[in-house]
Structures are given as structure tokens and as C-alpha cells.
């Protein structure tokens, strides 16, 4: 199954836009910069932000980092070094700690 339209699909065409594209056709020809500007929108949203967020900005700033980059680096290194291994016990262990989290969180 293919999604979207590859160059061997043809395009669906509205009589819409057919209208349109003879009506552009027979109009004087436009030069290059009115036909720019009419393809791009010149008009933009006004967006205005909090203090409430600009609040939370600051201080997820002066919080830090939320992971210990440290442990990353190591084992990052480890990982090109080829030395790092899984422990497929302890990962067990918390998608099943997590599991149950989550089943008594619904239930309450």
C-alpha cells in the first residue's frame, strides 16, 4: 500500500482550481515578483506568551539537567568500545514494577 500520491498516480484535480488556472492563464502575465507574493502569505498570528511561562522557563533553567550526563558519557563510551552489556534481568524487573504502577494507578 503506498501513501500519498507517487508521480505514477494521477493527481486529483478540482474544477476549482481548473477555473482558476485558466483564469491566471488568460490575466495579463504578472511578473515574477507579483506572482511571489501572491504565493506567500504576508499575514501572521500575534502570539504573546505568560509570565506564568516565562516563569516555569526560568526555573526548569536553573534546575539543571535532567539526566546525569556523566552516566551518559560512560556509557556511551562503553557502547563504542564494545564493552557495554545488557542486563535483561533488571529490565525485566522494572517493565514489571512500571506494569503494576500503572495497573494500580487505574484502578484507584
Known amino acids: 500500500m503506498k501513501i500519498g500520491q507517487g508521480p505514477e498516480l494521477p493527481v ?10 485558466e483564469q491566471e492563464k488568460d ?4 511578473s515574477v515578483a507579483q506572482t511571489a507574493a501572491r504565493a506567500t502569505p ?16 526560568q526555573t ?8 546525569d550526563s556523566k552516566k551518559v558519557a560512560t556509557i556511551r563510551a562503553a557502547i563504542a568500545g564494545g564493552t557495554y552489556t545488557v542486563n535483561p534481568e533488571a529490565i525485566a524487573d522494572k517493565l514489571l ?7 494500580n494507578v487505574t484502578e484507584k
Open 42 to 57: 504576508t499575514a501572521g498570528a500575534s502570539v504573546s506568551v505568560s509570565n506564568l511561562a516565562r516563569t516555569l522557563e
Open 12 to 21: 486529483a484535480v478540482s474544477s476549482a482550481s481548473l477555473k482558476k488556472a
Open 60 to 67: 526548569d533553567k536553573g534546575v539543571g539537567a535532567d539526566f
Open 27 to 30: 490575466a495579463a502575465p504578472a
Open 97 to 103: 514494577s512500571n506494569a503494576q504502577e500503572m495497573l
